[in-house]
């Protein structure tokens, strides 16, 4: 089992940054691929970003260029830094793990809610 916890999340205006964070309960990143996703009320959850052990990203176009993804492997931690944030994107904004080795094993964590409001 690995459970998941984030952080981070908060009011901003639009325009703002807020960085994430996502601590994992023990090493994981090197079996898992860690993910940032968001659910706004009324909309399916969405991939927001991914990275993998060897570091590689991915970003839905809509945030290429703003938001950020990266670990801390000594921390177990995974975050993702948000710059020029959109009132679109109030979310709740989860964290997953998905493992890379058993197929259909992923974690999820509680989420956080960010606010985007003037």
């Known amino acids: 089992q690995v459970q998941l916890v984030e952080s981070g999340g908060g009011l901003v205006q639009p325009g703002g940054s807020l960085r994430l964070s996502c601590a994992a309960s023990r090493s994981i990143f090197s079996t898992y691929v860690m993910g940032w996703y968001r659910q706004a009320p009324g909309k399916q959850r969405e991939l927001v970003a991914t990275?993998?052990?060897?570091?590689?990203?991915n970003y839905v176009d809509s945030v290429k260029g703003r938001f950020t993804i990266s670990t801390n492997n000594a921390k177990n931690t995974v975050y993702l830094q948000m710059n020029n944030l959109k009132l679109e994107e109030a979310a709740v904004y989860y964290c997953?793990?998905?493992?890379?080795?058993?197929?259909?094993?992923?974690?999820w964590g509680q989420g956080t809610q960010v606010t985007v409001s003037s």
């Open positions: 997953n793990a998905r493992n890379i080795v058993i197929s259909g094993i992923s974690y």
């Open positions: 990275i993998t052990s060897g570091g590689s990203t």
